[in-house]
């Protein structure tokens, strides 16, 4: 789950360190790449907690709001299930899925994030199969998962989110659920200020282009892009699948945690967090 993108106010005017730009797949990649292989170690002292992202077992939490798979079903069914995660990060949700039954396998593009999936795997509970690659190109046959989820990986940080949703309609086994959870589009036009500055809306909701991050170089370090809901419902339909529900978490009133731009005083106004739940026709 990102919590690095800068005000995006400031973006708009070309602050030094930012850019709105187009950028594509290779590039997005590659930033992505190299950005949580960077961040990995200091992204788990700061949530593995929340997350159980350093216990064997894992959790399997959908996003800063909490809601948590073994409250929530979203997946249905799953123990006995081949779930594919993607975006899976350190895998606490595949090691979670392991633990109910399920045989889940990660995949994710940060060799680091794996490495501390592994280490944590080390410790004892469920073994899971990682995979290092993208999303935008699924090294698995086709119909080869019952299941397949996402809680807060890739689909926010690849160019082309309509390929990974054709790419997990290809995977998925006639019937079986695709669910992921990405920032709520609408927080796009907020500063990423979980205080009083992020209440005043100063970006265009329609405004595609992604926000990237560069370094003294102009080399993309960072880069998270943008899509509608209506985009997000128009790349599930074309792809093939069904569209069963959009979630959309209210913010619970025993969390006053703060997450980057997450907080209390914004959930109490607007959502952060949007999850579609899909279905190939079976």
Known sequence: MSEDRHAQANALLGTTGTARTRIGSAASQ???????????????????????????????VWCPEGLHEGDMHFLGEIAGKRILEIGCGSAP?????????AHPVGLDLSRQMLEHGVAAMGRGGPQV???????????????????????FGAVPFVADSARVMREVARVLRPGGRW????????????????GPAGLTASIPYFDRTPYVEVDDDGTPTYVEH???IGDRVREIVAAGLILE??????????????WGQWSPLRGELFPGTAIFITRKPA
């Open 93 to 101: 949700c595949s090691r979670w899925l392991a633990g109910q039954g």
């Open 245 to 258: 529900d959009i979630v959309e978490p209210e913010w619970p009133e025993w969390l006053d945690r703060e």
């Open 226 to 228: 943008h899509r509608t």
């Open 30 to 60: 590659q930033a992505s790449r190299r950005w949580w292989d960077a961040d990995a170690t200091q992204y788990h002292e700061t949530h593995a907690d929340f997350l159980g992202a350093d216990s064997p077992g894992g959790e399997f």
């Open 129 to 151: 199969p990682l995979v290092q690659a993208g999303a935008e190109d699924l090294p698995f046959a086709d119909e080869s998962f019952d299941l397949a989820c996402s809680a």
């Open 179 to 194: 669910v992921f959870s990405v920032n709520h589009p609408m927080r796009w036009i907020f500063p990423d200020d979980p």
